[in-house]
């Protein structure tokens, strides 16, 4: 996660306020890192910009919302520079997550962790964990391959206590 939040750090800038962080791996049942999507208000409107790892790092250019009016803005307001948002909580709360998911499931990857910032600066997070059950393996479909695997959704509080998401 070190390595991660560096790259993110350089590429979006230290001092970049978001509500907003996303860290999303390149695929399902995957250790690699695919991308990270921040979203941020500048100048009252609303953006989001994402960096993608594969098949090469790319920048894309910033992305203002198709909708930009107060309504859909007034639960954006608060911000954290992306330098103060917590990175070494993403395995610490992968790792407790993973005794919540029922013995049955095994091959636990965490696809998906999202920061997001309240209206009061509290930062919460929600995130999926992706895993297969055991005894099942991959099927053959004529060229394909297919793999079931199954999603565990978890959110965490202000608090940094986490629980299965409804």
Request: charged share 30%.
């Amino acid at each position: 996660m070190s390595k991660i939040k560096t790259k993110v750090v350089e590429t979006f800038g230290a001092d970049k306020k978001v509500y907003s962080l996303s860290i999303d791996a390149d695929d399902h049942l995957s250790l690699d890192w695919g991308s990270c999507t921040i979203d941020y208000l500048e100048s009252g409107k609303d953006f989001s910009q994402r960096f993608s790892t594969t098949p090469s790092e790319k920048l894309a250019e910033p992305k203002a919302d198709a909708i930009q009016n107060e309504l859909m803005q007034k639960n954006k307001q608060g911000s954290v520079a992306i330098k103060d948002l917590k990175f070494d909580l993403i395995n610490a709360k992968f790792n407790e997550a993973m005794k919540l998911v029922p013995a049955e499931y095994e091959s636990l990857y965490l696809h998906s962790f999202t920061f997001n910032v309240d209206n009061d600066n509290k930062v919460t997070a929600y995130f999926t964990i992706e895993g297969k059950k055991k005894g099942e393996s991959a099927e053959i479909q004529g060229k394909r391959i297919s793999i079931n695997y199954y999603e565990f959704k978890f959110k965490m509080d202000e608090n940094e206590k986490i629980s299965i998401k409804d």
